[in-house]
């Protein structure tokens, strides 16, 4: 069974330009995560989203960042007018989401946006 | 909300011997507390996890505690092995009802040295 696949792999772009992530989730999997992990950081939470529920942005750096999931599935994290410190590794996660409300996340590889 | 602290940063031991990563939590309200691993160039992958209502999980060599009142919780790895060098990360979420996104500590660097 195919794991979560995002793409690009690898994005070297421009300051300034926009980029476009995509996370394919497994399938059946409600919950969708996008995280950002810097050189050396932590993994900081950026959205989520659940089913047909209003996704809860509150991890959003600014309002460059924007993400879409369409038929609750394919989701596209957008970064526009990019910056420098933007530079990271975006990390798409789907879960399954138990009465508990928790559920083993399953990450991509991660998409490593380079900013120059 | 929820702030997760994890110590070390970088951990080196010799295959064989024990490892132990340390995190705390802020939020009293969180219950789950999983542990991923993260290989160079992969994304995190669940190894074990702890709910609020057990003081220690085990499995195989690895083994997590918890203590709620102190609000901390530990990885505990022995028989350490090469393949173990990874960078691991603790983190915590807040009941169903409340935020439901995990919480992450900024991980710890392990390198077995064989």
């Known amino acids: 069974g195919a794991g979560v696949s995002q793409s690009p792999s690898n994005k070297v772009t421009e300051k300034g330009k926009d980029v476009e992530l995509r996370c394919d989730p497994i399938s059946g999997h409600t919950a969708l995560y996008w995280y950002r992990q810097s050189l050396g950081q932590g993994l900081e939470f950026l959205i989520y989203?659940?089913?047909?529920?209003?996704?809860?942005k509150s991890g959003l750096p600014s309002d460059r960042f924007s993400a879409e999931r369409t038929g609750g599935s394919v989701s596209t994290l957008t970064i526009q007018r990019t910056q420098q410190e933007d530079s990271a590794v975006y990390l798409c996660?789907?879960?399954?989401?138990?009465?508990?409300?928790?559920?083993?996340?399953?990450f991509g590889e991660g998409s490593r946006l380079t900013v120059l | 909300g929820e702030n997760v602290e994890q110590h070390p940063s970088t951990l080196s031991v010799q295959e064989g011997d024990s490892a132990v990563i340390k995190c705390t939590y802020s939020d009293s309200a969180s219950n789950y507390f999983p542990w991923y691993k993260q290989e160079l160039g992969k994304g995190p992958q669940l190894i074990i996890d702890i709910r609020s209502n057990v003081g220690e999980k085990k499995d195989q060599r690895i083994a997590v505690t918890l203590n709620k009142t102190a609000k901390h919780f530990s990885l505990h790895i022995t028989e350490t092995q090469p393949e173990d060098s990874a960078v691991y990360f603790c983190a915590a979420r807040a009941p169903w009802g409340s935020a439901r996104q995990l919480t992450f500590g900024s991980g710890t660097q392990l390198t077995v040295l064989p």
């Open positions: 989203f659940q089913g047909n529920s209003a996704p809860d």
């Open positions: 996660a789907s879960s399954l989401l138990d009465r508990g409300g928790t559920g083993e996340l399953f």
